[in-house]
């Protein structure tokens, strides 16, 4: 196959939890799937390992999302060897902390890798999409940018920005073929969970249950689909009834 005529889906943080979900649905929905790490060579590749062992096909790419430089020039190696169909800005970090004592470098890199980040990667990519006159860009947002969490004001701030964000750019390129949605999960069993008591959350959740990232995976799958041709600027909520 002509590598200008495979359906290519870059996924950012696409190596672990919700991202290594999404890498293998897309996969398994026949993209070639290009995973985005910035430093776990591990995760990224034995993600890209599942996948081949399922039959389908992609690659690893490290760049850091927060750096416009290295993401403008990731995005022009790819795309000078594939037309890329889809993109999904799942790549973030969290760095908690009660904001009357919050150190500004924890709010900035926090601010730098979703938002930024959001930024760095999904304007060049654009770039190459508007030309073709198709493509569809989902981000990954959080319940957390719907409702107020405790210690969590830099991470709320990113997750709602994007959302702000995408709508805004839906607005631009709708008329150009290209749909940006969003996808704001709530409580799903990933490592950002390890360290949390859910006991009593799942109180909170009227399924009374965390979510798997495979049903967040699910609906990214979805809204990169022509099922979902008339939906842009969306904010789609995936958790269990929490908001």
């Known amino acids: 196959m002509n590598e200008k005529n495979k359906k290519v889906a ?11 979900a999404i890498s293998i649905e897309l996969a398994g929905a026949g993209y070639y799937i290009v995973i ?14 599942t996948i081949k062992e399922r039959g389908k096909d992609g690659e690893t790419i490290q760049f850091d999302v927060s750096d416009s430089k290295e993401s403008e020039r990731a995005i022009d190696d790819i795309a000078s060897r594939y037309n890329i169909e889809v993109l999904v800005n799942n790549a973030g970090i969290t760095a908690d902390g009660l904001f ?17 980040g959001f930024y760095n ?18 981000s990954i947002s959080s319940v957390s940018a719907l409702v107020s969490n405790r210690g969590q004001a830099n991470y709320s701030a990113a997750k709602a920005g994007l959302i702000g964000a995408s709508r805004g750019v839906s607005s631009e390129v709708a008329r150009l073929g290209i ?20 006991g009593n959350i799942k109180q909170m959740i009227p399924m009374a249950r ?34």
């Not at 870059?10 to 290594?20: D, S």
């Not at 004592?101 to 890798?113: A, G, L, Q, Y």
């Not at 990667?121 to 989902?138: F, Q, S």
């Open 100 to 116: 009357v004592f919050m150190p500004e470098d924890d709010w900035d890199s926090v601010i730098s890798t979703t938002l930024k």
């Open 179 to 198: 749909r940006v949605n969003v996808v704001a999960p709530g409580l799903i069993e990933t490592e950002m969970l390890k360290d949390t008591h859910v």
């Open 36 to 49: 985005n790490y910035k430093s776990n060579d591990k995760a990224a590749a034995d993600t890209l390992k």
């Open 10 to 20: 870059i996924v950012t943080g696409g190596g672990r939890g919700i991202g290594r």
């Open 121 to 138: 990667v999904t304007k060049p990519v654009l770039g190459k999409m508007v030309p073709n006159k198709r493509g569809a860009i989902v």
């Open 210 to 243: 965390i979510g798997q990232p495979e049903e967040v995976a699910k609906v990214v799958r979805f809204l990169c689909s022509e099922d979902a041709s008339y939906m842009t600027g969306q904010v789609i909520s995936v958790n269990g009834g929490m908001f």
